[in-house]
């Protein structure tokens, strides 16, 4: 277990005041991702150059440009999610975690909806909760050691069957 929390960093938001429609397609979007592209993504969701594909949640919601059917623009959902990818990786760095992260789990859930203030009745707040989990990638460096040690198991191999009979 102690592994696991050596080498994955996480951030939650609770209670935010997004839709959990838009929060579930962004987090499908960018679960699986980089952390850096993940930003650069939520950034240009911000400034409407790239749409969030919608692949659940698509009654009504038209075409977009690009390879893509139907998608749009959630700004203030993709700013609170942005802003809790950069908490996740301000504990990673806290943590010591090297820079390659990856997104490795991002899940939008349903908080608890609370009446709204106003004079209309009868209306519930959007309410949802967000967690980020970020993990290292671990890149794989040959070394002259390395193929050393696989050009040898199979004479090892040999070796030991010899040894047998």
């Not at 409407?48 to 692949?55: D, E, L, R, V």
């Not at 698509?58 to 942005?82: D, E, F, T």
């Amino acid at each position: 277990m102690e592994e696991k929390e050596k080498t994955t960093a996480m951030a939650m938001g609770i209670s935010l005041p997004i839709s959990l429609k838009q929060s579930v397609e962004i987090c499908n979007f960018i679960r699986g991702k980089t952390s850096e592209k993940a930003k650069k993504i939520l950034e240009q969701v911000k400034e409407k150059k790239i749409a969030i594909p919608y692949k659940r949640y698509v009654h009504g919601v038209g075409h977009r440009p690009g390879k893509m059917a139907s998608g749009r623009y959630p700004l203030n959902a993709s700013i609170h999610i942005l802003s809790i990818l950069k908490s996740a990786e301000a504990n990673a760095e806290n943590k010591g975690m090297s820079s390659p992260l990856q997104i490795s789990e991002a899940t939008a859930n349903q908080a608890s909806r609370s009446w709204r203030a106003g004079r209309h009745r009868r209306r519930r707040r959007k309410s949802t909760h967000i967690k980020i989990v970020l993990k290292e990638i671990k890149t794989k460096s040959k070394t002259a050691e390395g193929k050393k040690i696989q050009k040898e198991k199979p004479a090892e191999k040999q070796n030991k069957k010899r040894a047998e009979k």
